[in-house]
């Protein structure tokens, strides 16, 4: 293995740095709101970057574009560098690629529906177990039938093709309720309604484009605009999920690697977990256990420990715990518990060091050799390198149009599809049936003909009676009489096919 630079995060007793052979078993950085966590995701961001590992984090606050800006002067970084001893201290900018799904502040991220498949869409919007049986059928049909589903207008065709045909298709998928296909149709509404429908189309995100570094060897950093995608946080989870779920069934095996091929900073991760259904969950655990062998590694973002599942929680090697405040029991707890999930230090109390923590200290603890974690460290963390802050609307939409993947996702394509499909096969159903009734236009003539005729000269005279014409009045007065009625019903009911024998 080559010799790869470890990644300094600070300084406590020693320097505290971070081994990138044991990066990909993945971390946590946790803290209360304005303890310091945005500025240690972007000094661990620029670490990897630096060592050539692209980086992909969300930018929840939308403060963490800066990265892409050489930061800047200031008393107080002077300080911290001085304090931590950081010879070779230079203020530099990163290559980054900014994304978004909404295409507002980044190149357009799509996904199209198939791939993002039944299980997360019902996540996405909300579905009972009935309706989730509903979606699989959905999806079923579509393979069946060779339909592709690309987006939302594919889902909302296909569903309700397969409601207007819910009979027909009881023997072979089963009862299909018009009530929750009802249901289904409400749910896509709503979210076609907040704009999540742009996310589902084409061209979908190559995930390799995730996967590239810059002409000095320096991996980019994928920043996604979620400031606006906070706001609908089950497209945001559904999204990494979808994200992390995608490349684990890509990525081939690479083993132990000297440093990962790629990183994701996940921020507010209570998300990916918040009312997710056990088996959502499950698969959550699976994909991070399993994951770090395609040498994938992801770090967690949020509040508290207690915020993120046992088990997933128990993978995280490498932890950075910001201050905690204890005000409830509650509060008391999760600080307890938080304590006992690190390698104790003699030196102090981790329980108590966690309520005293200043703004830009943490709790570490990494993977040292032999992936044995190390003593935990009151750590000052170091200052980036790059601007600490948003970047300027300016700033950013340079970076968008000098970015390597300009005009490659930007304009949407929508080709033929299961909504043009079924649509075509829809039409020809019903054009023989439309010939049945006039339109518009046959009727207004057809109602002139009526009037011209009634305006014609009638002949005088009584005219006489044709043969048919008699018969036909036998038989209407034969109709008000019993053995009338009952021949009258033996005539209709042979025309409507409800005759009994």
């Excluded at 995930?207 to 994928?222: A, K, Y």
């Excluded at 003909?449 to 305006?455: C, E, G, L, V």
Aim: glycine share 8%.
């Amino acid at each position: 293995m080559a010799d790869v630079k470890n990644i300094l995060i600070g300084k406590g007793d020693s320097l505290v740095t971070l081994q990138p052979k044991y990066a990909n078993r993945h971390g946590l950085i946790a803290g209360a709101t304005g303890t310091g966590k945005t500025i240690t995701l972007q000094v661990l961001a620029e670490g990897f970057s630096r060592i050539g590992v692209p980086v992909f984090l969300a930018d929840v606050k939308g403060d963490l574009s800066g990265i892409s800006q050489q930061g800047t002067e200031h008393p107080k970084v002077t300080e911290r560098v001085d304090a931590i001893g950081i010879d070779d201290f230079a203020f530099d900018d990163n290559t980054c690629v900014f994304w978004d799904l909404l295409g507002d502040k980044g190149h357009p991220i799509r996904a199209t529906i198939s791939d993002m498949g039944p299980t997360l869409l019902s996540q996405l919007l909300g579905l009972n177990e009935t309706q989730t049986g509903i979606m699989t059928v959905v999806f079923r049909f579509a393979d069946d039938e060779g339909l592709l589903l690309l987006d939302l207008k594919d889902l909302t065709t296909t569903l309700k093709f397969i409601g207007d045909n819910a009979k027909q298709f009881k023997s072979e998928y089963g009862n299909i309720s018009s009530a929750s296909v009802g249901a289904i149709q409400r749910r896509l509404l709503e979210l076609e309604e907040s704009g999540a429908d742009e996310f589902f189309g084409e061209p979908q995100l190559d995930l390799w484009d995730l996967m590239r570094v810059d002409s000095n060897g320096r991996g980019n950093i994928n920043i996604l605009s979620a400031d606006k995608l906070m706001m609908q946080p089950k497209l945001y989870a559904t999204f990494l999920l979808w994200l992390i779920s995608e490349l684990f069934e890509d990525l081939p095996e690479v083993g132990d690697q000297d440093k990962p091929r790629l990183v994701f900073f996940f921020d507010e991760a209570h998300l990916l977990f918040e009312d997710a259904p056990k088996a959502l969950v499950e698969k959550v655990e699976m994909v991070v256990r399993l994951i770090r062998s395609k040498g994938v590694g992801i770090y967690f973002i949020t509040q508290s420990p207690l915020d993120i599942p046992e088990d997933v929680l128990g993978q995280l090697g490498n932890r950075v715990q910001h201050a905690l405040r204890a005000f409830t029991p509650k509060d008391k707890k999760a600080v307890r518990a938080t304590a006992q999930t690190m390698r104790e230090n003699p030196a102090f109390d981790s329980e108590e060091a966690i309520m005293q923590l200043g703004v830009g200290e943490a709790l570490v603890s990494t993977l040292e050799d032999g992936g044995i974690p190390s003593v935990v460290q009151r750590t000052m963390v170091r200052p980036p390198v790059s601007r600490i802050g948003p970047a300027t609307e300016t700033e950013r939409n340079n970076a968008i149009k000098s970015s390597p993947f300009a005009g490659r996702y930007d304009q949407e394509v929508d080709r033929e599809s299961a909504h043009e499909k079924l649509k075509s096969r829809v039409e020809k159903i019903e054009a023989p049936k439309l010939t049945q009734f006039p339109t518009a236009a046959q009727q207004a003539e057809k109602q002139h003909s009526q009037a011209s005729a009634a305006r014609a000269p009638k002949p005088r005279g009584r005219q006489r009676q044709t043969v048919t014409e008699a018969l036909a009045k036998s038989v209407v007065r034969s109709i008000g009489s019993s053995v009338g009625r009952q021949i009258g019903r033996g005539i209709l009911g042979g025309i409507l096919g409800t005759r009994r024998r």
